[in-house]
């Protein structure tokens, strides 16, 4: 049986993994959120890598979850099931590396979750992104969880409860994906922004995500107050002192990871 998720690692520090079941437009299933749980986990402590991407094989990024196993279970068995296929969304704001989910055709319930979920999108100009699940009788109350945070409160409970597919264009007005491209440069753009986004201080690209989701959700002086407190870690790293040291130096800095 093919794999559910392929990993590979690219030029540029850059790993990418590939949701791998284009004949089901990529849908999840307990093995294919399983995987890539496990892919996360394996690049995010892979230290040749600093930034990942994710991506879909063949039309769609995601079309949600794949419900042909749906019937026949009971509440607590529907819990374990939404539990595992939600379980990726929650790793990534768990990892050090930052994730580019990188969209094209169609991302739908929970593979518009996973492209909220992800750090930072990229998106096809011609991609489809929707919170469908009310539309066959379900919902996508765990998928909503990031997609609130990422496009505010009024316009996720319109996505949450019309269950529409909104245009890569629409996305990026409310905040869903950070850049929209041709199709046909969709790669090569995913590739290009991860490769500068690795090029950075790797301790201060880490130090900046775990701290921004510490602080999400802590009172406005609490956060301050966190915030300060990572910053002077990171100011008391070797890479701090040869970042400065190089940009007063007018060179490139050497990157030393501690």
């Known amino acids: 049986m093919p794999e559910s998720v392929l990993v590979a690692s690219l030029d540029h520090h850059i790993g990418e993994i590939t949701l791998n079941r284009p004949s089901s437009l990529n849908t999840f299933t307990l093995t294919l959120a399983s995987e890539l749980n496990q892919a996360l986990l394996q690049l995010d402590g892979d230290p040749a890598v600093r930034v990942l991407i994710i991506k879909g094989a063949g039309k769609a990024f995601c079309a949600g979850i794949d419900v042909s196993d749906f019937s026949d279970k009971s509440t607590m068995d529907y819990r374990e099931w939404i539990e595992c296929m939600e379980t990726p969304l929650v790793t990534i704001s768990r990892m050090k590396k930052p994730v580019i989910a990188q969209v094209h055709g169609v991302a739908a319930a929970n593979g518009a ?49 019309y269950g529409e597919l909104i245009k890569a264009p629409q996305a990026l007005d409310m905040g869903l994906v950070n850049k929209v491209v041709p199709a046909a440069d969709l790669e090569m753009e995913a590739r290009r922004w991860a490769a500068v986004l690795a090029a950075k201080s790797p301790l201060a690209v880490q130090n900046a995500k775990s701290a921004f989701y510490a602080a999400a959700d802590l009172e406005y002086d609490k956060a301050f107050n966190y915030m300060n407190e990572a910053f002077a870690r990171l100011c008391s790293t070797a890479d701090a002192k040869e970042g400065v040291s190089a940009f007063l130096e007018k060179r490139t800095p050497t990157w030393k990871e501690k």
Do not use: F, Q, Y
């Not at 009788?137 to 409160?153: A, D, Y």
């Open 113 to 161: 979750g996973l492209v909220a979920a992800a750090d930072l999108a990229i998106a096809a100009e011609t991609a489809g992104m929707g919170l469908t699940a009310i539309n066959v009788g379900l919902n996508c109350v765990g998928p909503v969880v990031p997609v609130s945070r990422s496009v505010g409160r009024k316009r996720a409970m319109e996505l949450l409860l």
